[in-house]
């Protein structure tokens, strides 16, 4: 593997993968009938950076512009990254004070249903629905 391919795959980690594979997407099922922005603080470091998820019917946008957010979702990037990977439940983290919700918390509801499963499970609430159809 060449250094520079190193280099990139160090800095990639669950929250890039996450925010990468809602961008990629044209529309996402799951929120089909959700409308709204959530925008997402994390901090590391000291140092907060924001992202924007942009609902608009199904239609997922990601952003860095700055946005009127209806929530706002805050926390360190680190327990981001575990809630990305599926190993730390987001609502469940809500409720122990872990990761705070402000605005429309229905709409962080409806976001949260895109975060991966624990591992060693079904991937996420979309497999356990496919699954459920068939």
Same mark, same amino acid.
């Given at each position: 593997?060449? =250094?520079?391919?190193?280099?990139?795959?160090?800095?990639?980690?669950?929250?890039?993968? *996450?925010?990468?594979?809602?961008?990629?997407?044209?529309?996402?099922?799951?929120?089909?009938?959700?409308?709204?922005?959530?925008?997402?603080?994390?901090?590391?470091?000291?140092?907060?950076?924001?992202?924007?998820?942009?609902?608009?019917?199904?239609?997922?946008?990601?952003?860095?512009?700055? =946005?009127?957010?209806?929530?706002?979702?805050?926390?360190?990037?680190?327990?981001?990254?575990?809630? =990305?990977?599926?190993?730390?439940?987001?609502?469940? =983290?809500?409720?122990?004070?872990?990761?705070?919700?402000?605005?429309?918390?229905?709409? *962080?509801?409806?976001?949260?249903?895109?975060?991966?499963?624990?591992?060693?499970?079904?991937?996420?609430?979309?497999?356990?629905?496919?699954?459920?159809?068939?």
């Amino acid at each position: 593997m060449s =250094a520079s391919r190193k280099a990139t795959t160090t800095t990639t980690d669950a929250t890039d993968a *996450f925010f990468e594979a809602l961008a990629s997407k044209d529309y996402e099922p799951l929120l089909h009938d959700t409308v709204g922005c959530l925008r997402i603080d994390l901090t590391q470091d000291g140092t907060p950076a924001r992202s924007f998820i942009t609902v608009d019917k199904g239609v997922v946008r990601i952003s860095k512009r700055r =946005a009127r957010a209806d929530a706002v979702l805050s926390c360190e990037r680190a327990l981001f990254n575990h809630v =990305a990977q599926g190993k730390v439940n987001a609502l469940a =983290a809500v409720l122990r004070g872990e990761l705070h919700v402000s605005g429309d918390v229905s709409l *962080f509801a409806a976001v949260s249903r895109l975060f991966p499963g624990p591992p060693g499970s079904l991937k996420s609430f979309r497999e356990r629905e496919k699954k459920v159809l068939k």
